[in-house]
């Protein structure tokens, strides 16, 4: 089974930037589709960013184009989010997500992804 692990998150201020990483340990991620979300106090959970296995499709959320990127490197068993010119609206706990799926095209809701890390907190000031 694979296990996934946020890190990254922090306190920053709106306009700055953050580098999230999502390693994953137990198999390799080359298998999977893998997808950053969010869940703000009070909000329910929602997709931010996806890529598929191979990493040649990605999807984003409207609210984050432009802004964040996401990208995987399979030698390293790792995915990552950058995420540019923040805005207090993106404060929340960044989750990592997969599924074991060869699909040309990103899942973009929760109930498709089938193991998540335990979360990172990003809080934006303005």
């Known amino acids: 089974q694979v296990r996934l692990v946020e890190s990254g998150g922090g306190l920053v201020q709106a306009g700055g930037s953050l580098r999230l990483s999502c390693e994953a340990s137990g198999r390799a991620l080359s298998n999977y589709g893998m997808g950053w979300f969010r869940q703000a106090p009070g909000k329910e959970r929602e997709f931010v960013a996806g890529?598929?296995?191979?990493?040649?499709?990605?999807s984003y959320a409207d609210s984050v184009k432009g802004r964040f990127t996401i990208s995987r490197d399979n030698a390293k068993n790792t995915v990552y989010l950058q995420i540019n010119s923040l805005r207090p609206e993106d404060t929340a706990v960044y989750y990592c997500?997969?599924?074991?799926?060869?699909?040309?095209?990103?899942?973009?809701?929760?109930?498709?992804?089938?193991?998540w890390g335990q979360g990172t907190q990003v809080t934006v000031s303005s």
């Open positions: 890529i598929t296995w191979s990493g040649f499709s990605t």
């Open positions: 997500a997969a599924y074991r799926r060869l699909t040309i095209m990103v899942h973009t809701t929760t109930r498709e992804y089938d193991i």
